[in-house]
């Protein structure tokens, strides 16, 4: 599909979007910024406010409330279905807003000469809620927190 800033756009099927993004961080230190309060309050949210609550482990639950510049709050969930230390994630992702649309994410890590590439591939239900997602600022919203996110690592190797 395209790239925004330093991250790939994929529309590998009807229902999916992959997002492609290479960090200079080694990947255990990436997997930790997405698995750990302390680290997700920094980046998540597009470096905004965020309220973390999270319970990482296969059956665990995550919460996060974005404090949007726009005074408005956000609210995101999930559960954790796998994980495998620190390559991968599978856990499914639902914004508040629109309750009943769950979609399932997979998160990859590979590390490749100190660099972290992060692969995330989101699948919907259907067309509509895949182009919908795309259609509400999705990308650019993460790729605003994935340069959050190399602010974040920036400060931490």
């Known amino acids: 599909m395209g790239q925004l800033s330093d ?3 994929d529309l590998p099927s009807d229902h999916e979007i992959t997002l492609t993004r290479s960090f200079d961080a080694p990947r255990d ?3 930790a910024a997405h698995t750990q309060a302390e680290h997700l ?13 999270i319970d990482f482990r296969v059956g665990g639950r ?5 404090h949007a510049d726009d005074g408005n709050a956000y609210g995101f969930r999930g559960e954790f279905r796998e994980i495998a230390v620190p390559e991968r994630i599978v ?3 639902e914004y ?3 309750p009943g649309h769950v979609a399932v994410e997979t998160l990859v890590f590979t590390e490749e000469g100190g660099r972290t590439v992060v692969t995330g591939t989101t699948r ?3 067309k509509d809620e895949r182009d919908g997602m795309l259609d509400s600022g999705m ?4 790729a605003e927190s994935y340069a959050a996110l190399d602010r974040h690592l920036a400060t931490l190797v």
């Open 7 to 9: 991250m790939a756009i």
């Open 29 to 31: 230190l990436v997997f």
């Open 41 to 53: 309050k920094r980046w998540w949210g597009r470096g905004n406010p965020l309220d973390v609550e």
């Open 62 to 66: 995550y919460r996060y409330v974005e």
């Open 91 to 93: 856990q499914t992702f």
């Open 96 to 98: 508040e807003g629109m």
């Open 124 to 126: 919907f239900d259907t």
């Open 139 to 142: 990308t650019q919203g993460a």
